[in-house]
């Protein structure tokens, strides 16, 4: 965002700290005008419900090797320093795949793979699966790959470049999927066709898991609008960011 875009906010901001003792209900009210807030944070599923839901056979959760990070962290211009995902939420998707004996996984916006890997080695103890794996950049997905192959997973995976709701794209992918993970754009309007698009896919009992579900105003705001076609179980995660599971309604 601009300076010229947001200075009416600023001067906003400014005239509330030199007028007013208290300025706490200001910012709120300036947070919703810019979608944000605390209240649309929401869900409908507590957590044993879930777990239930989501391992049907009570499977025991996958314990996880130490996967070195070093390969994810690339300093050069082509890429951002660290993963796409935060460790709790790749460990989540990979004990998910697991426990639900996933058959086909759908990820759109891989970055450098490190929940990627998680979600193959979940499918490869439970002996079933595959996942497409998608991104814009086909540096990114050239990167996924190298660090599949590096851990013996490269057969699990299928990349795929393109945008998550161009038609082309749509073709190329399985026409169900037991959990689709959304870590893309992290606005709104497209992050709610991503929704739209891909519940469309869910094969029985499936299951859609956004990232950033917390920190970016754009998923909250898609997450909010989806609660009458979905229960929603939102959870904090170590940087803040959060983490939503969608379960379609019957």
Known sequence: MSLQSNLSTRL?????????????????????????GITDVCGDTEPFSLLAKLSPDRQPLLEFPT?????FNRTDSAYTEGWSSEPSVSQFLGRLVHAKRARKVIELGCFTGWSTIHMAHGMQQAGTGHIHYLD?????LD??????????????GTPLQGMSTSPDVLRQLPAEADVVFIDTSHEYQPTLEEIA????????GGCLVLHDSLSAPGVRRAVRESLDRFHVHTFA????????????RA
């Not at 891909?198 to 029985?204: K, Q, T, W």
Request: glycine share 8%.
């Open 143 to 156: 990167q996924t790959t190298a660090n599949l192959r590096r851990l013996g997973l490269a057969e699990l």
């Open 12 to 36: 906003r901001l400014l005239r509330i700290a030199l007028t007013k003792r208290f300025v706490y209900g200001d910012l709120g009210d300036i947070m919703r005008d810019h979608g944000m």
């Open 197 to 204: 698009l891909y519940r469309a896919r869910l094969a029985p």
């Open 136 to 140: 814009y950049d086909q540096r990114f």
């Open 67 to 71: 996967f070195d990070p070093t390969p």
């Open 237 to 248: 995660t170590e940087r803040s960011n959060g983490l939503t599971v969608l379960l379609p």
